[in-house]
């Protein structure tokens, strides 16, 4: 069996998904911060055990790679890089803001908007955006800006995605403003078969912008 193992720790959510080929087996998520560092590894083994497979079964790792949460960030990719070190599992880097308009394609297709829009909270009024066409082609670089912004580029035939997306619309759709592991998983597979892999011993999470330690 070759199996596919996305995982997402960008924000709150510490979870992983496992697919065969486009055929998603299961995933499974906790909704809390601060547990990723705990939680990330027997996530995994719980998955694969419902699964009845294991590690060898794996041929692909697809991580959400940032921006996010400096910690998430650093955590899912230690992860991602230990399991790939050898070489046997490949890596894929899947851009979190990608994975978010993937998520939300199919309903911004149905609902006639003309972008989607994702939008990840970063600290006080500073936001991470990208904007998608809905094929989910990136329309512009990720951009950290400020909430006047965001807000100003936002259309009716905008659709919002992302877990920043609720500070913008009170009628945000719920399943669209967490990013769950198998859209990680639906954003990886464009990649995955388009031949896209990544060097897993270079890789590092996007960060986009300096880390700077509280009380600093």
Do not use: W
Not at 24 to 37: C, V
Not at 60 to 87: E, Q, Y
Not at 179 to 203: E, K, Q, W, Y
């Amino acid at each position: 069996m070759s199996l596919i193992l996305a995982i997402e720790t960008t924000g709150s959510t510490c979870g992983v998904a496992i697919s065969n080929g486009t055929t998603l087996l299961g995933e499974f998520s906790l909704f809390a911060p601060h547990l990723h560092d705990a939680m990330l590894a027997s996530n995994v083994q719980h998955l694969l055990d419902a699964v009845d497979s294991t590690l060898d079964d794996v041929s692909v790792c697809a991580l959400s790679s940032g921006p996010g949460s400096f910690t998430g960030l650093r955590i899912g990719m230690a992860f991602a890089k230990g399991l790939c070190f050898d070489g046997r599992i490949r890596f894929v880097a899947v851009p979190t803001l990608e994975a978010c308009a993937s998520a939300a394609q199919e309903v911004a297709k149905a609902a006639g908007s003309k972008e989607i829009l994702s939008v990840v909270a970063s600290h006080r009024d500073l936001h991470y955006v990208q904007c998608f066409d809905l094929d989910v082609r990136p329309l512009h670089d990720v951009e950290l800006v400020t909430t006047d912004i965001v807000a100003a580029r936002i259309s009716e035939r905008t659709m919002l995605s992302g877990p920043g997306a609720p500070a913008f619309s009170p009628a945000a759709i719920s399943g669209l403003t967490r990013l769950s592991p198998r859209f990680v998983m639906r954003a990886a597979m464009v990649r995955i078969n388009a031949g896209r892999f990544d060097d897993v011993l270079t890789a590092i999470p996007d960060y986009e912008q300096e880390f700077i330690p509280r009380g600093y």
